[in-house]
């Protein structure tokens, strides 16, 4: 079969997922459609405010969709074909279901952030420990999210003078960052995230049909067909589980989406909508996963040689600049690379304006008035510019890994959720097992982890999952004793408004 024959399966698979998988998913929630949503019973000005779904659509979608379902498929191409099933089954079996369920439960415990989400599922342990989890990867992925298009643009404007370099790029972003932080949500994200959708559109179309009609094969087709589908065909031999499963991250599951998802879950005005915000826009991201690992495949002749350029400072983005000139020119090339420009600027600013809010729940500081937005937020920013002085080949490795694990405690969370609810749990206990065993096995076996050799890494990784499992079994009465809230009092330190 051609390659655009497995695209367009893996394109198809994910709709069909969304149609039917998604309204499976969404029983075991059990939404309640007349019940007010916090943008309604809350609403201060700021940060819940009730916006129409088409834009709680577009900015959920541009808030999750960093360089994680570009750079992420890029690297994960390197092992193969397998990556594309990977990004379909990751995406519908555990990425579309945690982002879900992750939003809805922000929804139903009055848009807190995910840290108080688990502490309600799991207990106040789980609730300290992934304040300061979620706290570190937010400002983590702020730092990505600002080197990532720093560099990517000052190569696009490498000839336009001195002026125009990194340093200058970064601290440009860096001041919109700060701006889109600290002012209400339909200010400045609400506004403009319309238009970057459009530039995104522009670049998955763009880059799919000049695949397409350029007719670009998967690496040596012929030893593809020789050694089949699923071979691991990394140069370097890495072993495709777990490594594959964590590079490939925001493009089939991402624990950062959770962290996302309560932002918007402060500005849906009804639950109806939470199955097209939440799963849509997982399976809206993926699809431009499957564009950029099937470009990376197809555009470079072997593993061998897209290795070479990604082993290069800003690698991955370098891949990005000769796939979107080879096949589409100069003009429809930078009109892509622009497109992939967007996804990192409209997460990065998202993950400093939650970390904010994070901290707000924390310490219950009101974040009405600018005053103490702007004492959160330059601390932050603070820390952020101070970070990103550091190699970003080192933070994504870091990022990469505590981005899984958060998504992993969330799905475990989820299950307990629907274990109160009345309803099956094992459509997340399955997802939260494996990815369990995956991170663990991660850990072991990487060198930014403990180096071990990957069989006893694997065996620990099946144990410790068997023993979350085990666990969550045992607490299933536990966590049945505990009354789902039909509307929970609002976080520290707000009111309810008419």
């Not at 809350?42 to 969709?65: E, H, S």
């Not at 470009?295 to 350029?309: D, Q, R």
């Not at 009101?366 to 937005?373: D, E, P, S, T, Y």
């Not at 959160?376 to 694990?405: C, E, H, K, M």
């Amino acid at each position: 079969m051609p390659p655009v024959f497995y695209f367009f399966l893996a394109l198809a698979a994910l709709l069909l997922g969304y149609l039917i998988y998604s309204k499976i998913v969404e029983k075991l929630f059990i939404p309640n459609y007349n019940r007010p949503t916090p943008a309604i019973t809350m609403n201060d000005g700021v940060d819940y405010i009730k916006l129409p779904t088409w834009k709680v659509f577009l900015i959920q979608l541009l808030n999750i969709a960093g360089v994680g379902p570009v750079f992420g498929p890029i690297l994960g191409a390197l092992y193969g074909p397998a990556a594309l099933f990977w990004i379909v089954l990751g995406s519908l079996f555990a990425g579309a279901v945690h982002d879900y369920f992750s939003g809805m439960m922000s929804l139903r415990y009055s848009g807190e952030s995910i840290p108080d989400v688990i502490g309600f599922t799991l207990g106040k342990a789980f609730k300290q420990f992934m304040r300061f989890f979620s706290l570190l990867l937010l400002v983590l992925v702020g730092v990505v999210f600002v080197t990532a298009p720093a560099g990517i643009l000052a190569g696009l404007t490498s000839g336009w003078g001195t002026w125009a370099g990194f340093e200058t790029w970064l601290a440009i972003i860096f001041i919109y960052y700060f701006l889109a932080t600290i002012m209400p949500i339909d200010v400045i994200i609400a506004r403009i995230y319309p238009v970057f959708a459009l530039v995104l559109i522009i670049m998955a179309v763009g880059v799919s049909a000049g695949l397409i009609f350029e007719g670009h094969s998967f690496y040596n087709w012929a030893e593809i067909g020789e050694r089949g589908i699923f071979a691991n065909l990394h140069p370097d031999r890495l072993p495709m589980w777990p490594l594959m499963f964590i590079t490939i991250a925001c493009g089939a599951l991402s624990g950062f989406h959770a962290t996302q998802s309560p932002l918007m879950s402060r500005c849906l005005i009804s639950e109806r909508s939470g199955r097209r915000v939440f799963f849509g826009a997982m399976i809206a991201e993926s699809v431009i996963a499957l564009v950029w690992a099937t470009a990376a495949m197809t555009y470079f002749k072997s593993p061998s040689e897209l290795l070479a350029v990604t082993s290069q400072p800003g690698g991955p983005g370098i891949v990005v600049t000769e796939v979107s000139m080879g096949l589409l020119g100069t003009v429809g090339g930078v009109l892509a690379i622009l497109g992939v420009v967007v996804l990192p600027i409209t997460s990065g600013d998202t993950s400093f304006r939650a970390a904010r809010l994070l901290i707000s729940d924390m310490t219950g500081l009101r974040q009405i008035k600018i005053g103490a937005r702007l004492l959160i937020a330059i601390p932050l920013f603070v820390l952020g510019i101070i970070l990103s002085q550091i190699n970003f080949d080192i933070i994504w490795r870091y990022f990469s890994w505590s981005n899984q694990t958060l998504a992993t405690v969330v799905l475990w969370a989820a299950a307990a959720y629907t274990v109160r609810r009345g309803t099956c749990h094992w459509l997340l206990t399955v997802p939260a097992a494996f990815m369990t065993a995956t991170v663990t096995c991660y850990l072991l076996v990487a060198k930014e982890g403990f180096q071990l050799p990957w069989f006893p890494s694997a065996i620990a990784g099946c144990v410790i999952a068997c023993a979350a499992l085990a666990w969550f079994l045992a607490s299933l009465n536990k966590f049945r004793e505990k009354i789902i809230l039909e509307i929970p009092p609002p976080p520290q330190g707000l009111t309810k408004t008419a």
